[in-house]
């Protein structure tokens, strides 16, 4: 079963975004020389995956509105949401090393995300 994370953030996480976030961390973990990290679509888009060396590291699913504050509350007690907050994203990330690279990702997005089986840093 793969660790589940979710994003929120004040507009929809697109592929776009998911190749920015990816090509930082591309560049601050290999310094530029590593494996290209590629983007592949599936399901019509319904889902996009990051692909290093032929291996999947991180599968984002398509945004969906986020929930009112007091559900959204309920469901992540104790996280901080960004100020404004319209968009809700789920994705998968594997439990092996690749995995890694994957949360590093959708951390470098412009929102906040959540890791199930992850420690908070604060």
Do not use: C, N
């Amino acid at each position: 079963m793969p660790r589940s994370s979710v994003v929120l953030t004040p507009e929809p996480v697109d592929a776009a975004a998911i190749g920015r976030a990816a090509a930082s961390v591309h560049d601050r973990v290999t310094g530029g020389d590593g494996a290209p990290f590629k983007l592949r679509p599936l399901d019509d888009g319904a889902v996009l995956q990051v692909v290093v060396d032929d291996v999947v590291v991180l599968s984002v699913l398509r945004p969906r509105l986020a929930p009112e504050d007091r559900e959204r509350e309920r469901v992540l007690p104790g996280v901080t949401a960004p100020e404004i907050t319209r968009w809700w994203t789920e994705a998968y990330t594997p439990w092996h090393a690749g995995g890694a690279l994957g949360v590093a990702i959708l951390d470098a997005l412009d929102g906040v995300a959540i890791h199930g089986g992850v420690g908070r840093e604060d």
